[in-house]
């Protein structure tokens, strides 16, 4: 198969070769006709030597054939194993299906894991049947099974965008980490924006027989088991890279501004035709409520490809405005990882990291029921206690760049499904529907950036270490006491906003 073109997540590439174009085209213009002709041959010579060393060359973007495995250092990888155009692309079985660690020591996972306990534990007791998994057929977009080691998919609906693609993506990179650990799997998943297995549907002796369905989110009010979404794999219709390499952009950003050299405004930027966003232009004012807000033209950036909308070039206010749209948004990592102060307001949805996040720790919280008067109120309480409002800026920061990097994130989907996995009362097997997929079916004819992305993250040798160590459950007094704390900050900021005296919190 032909090598598709390298190109980035980001427009610099495009850039480059654009300017390059030009130079050509002047240079061209300069000289006679016997001379554009001699030239011709030369780039026609030099274009096919490297046309052909590009084809041959053994590269992580696959190849025309590509070797089975390459020595790096003191490990092996894996590339991928692209076939001509006119072949069927197969799995390859080279991988190895059992990894021995060099050390079986490991951390302590961070502490939203716990969170898995809580997700699952409606099954705990009885466990989860085949019956159960297929009953949340008709409102998953996929079903994925893991069968001795390897993927099979059996779709069902089509997803927004690539959310699916790098669902997959992502799970495919996961067993590649930690090949021959995980068990056999049989799951639904769902890829809209809002979760769906209600719990006012399964009540009494009716919960231990609920569906499970894997989710980007969940609430108080569902049962949905929340996963990593889609974006940690990167968001290529909207040119957002991989979470690994937009970490880099944003610390690279921390670094050059500090804190007290950004504008001492709230900013947020996005779509305000989801939710309630719309109320947010309501106070876009820097003289009146501290707060600029902008509205994403999504038509416009569509045709431009996202080309104006760098996250990193966002980090540029002391204060950052986190709101819902229809459901949970992906934008709260980037938000978060920014070195400003959190202003997120009041959720209905969470992540999977983001029930431990603590107010006045990680974050401000702002009252949506006096939207404006809430943001202006934590702008000025911040600007009047600016090294109070930095230690919470860099708090909501490290928790986003250490405790979110992705080795966590890849180990917190391990010892989910790993949990999962026990629950299952049957032994999995592939229905007639499903398809395998690999690394090679998934990415040997992707495009683009879509190319690019799955290229960035794909996992090339197995782990050398263990995943961390999963912490005990939560005991049911400690995670009332913890919740309990989390409503009391929230209380009493919302008192000290409507006194509208910015000394009295602490």
Known sequence: MPRTPHISCSPESEARNGSLRKKIGWLLTKISPTSSVFLFYIFLSVGCFFVFRRINAPTDGGTLMSPSSVKVANRTEFPLGCVSHNMTQTCPTNYPIMHEVESSVSQICPDYFRWI???????????????????????????????????????????????????????????????GKLPDLDLMFECDDKPVIKKNEYVGPKLTAAPPMFHYCGDDSSLDIVFPDWSFWGWPEINIKPWELQMRDLEETNRKMNWTERAPYAYWKGNLHMGRRKYLLNCNSTKKWNAQIYAQRWAVETRRGFRMSSLAEQCTHRYKIYMEGRAWSVSEKYIQACDSMLLPVKAQYYEFFTRSLVPMKHYWPINPN?????????????????????????????????????????????HLLSEYGKLLKYKPTVPPGAVEVCLETMACTAQGRERQCKIDTMVKSPSETSPCSLPPPYVERDLKVFTDMKRNIERHVEQVEAKGNILEVS
């Open 117 to 179: 306990y809580e997700d699952l534990q409606p099954w705990k007791t009885n466990g989860i049947t085949r019956e159960m998994v297929e009953a949340a057929k008709n409102l998953a977009f996929f079903r994925l099974l893991v069968v001795d080691g390897r993927a099979y998919v059996e779709k069902y609906k089509n997803a927004y965008q690539t959310r699916d693609v790098f669902t997959i993506w992502g799970i495919l990179q996961l067993l590649r980490l930690y090949p």
């Open 370 to 414: 006096n939207l404006c008067s809430s943001i202006k109120f934590a702008v000025d309480w911040g600007n009047a206690n600016p090294q109070k409002a930095q230690e919470i800026a860099k708090e909501g920061s490290k928790f986003m760049m250490e405790e979110l990097k992705m080795k966590n994130v890849y180990d917190y989907m391990f």
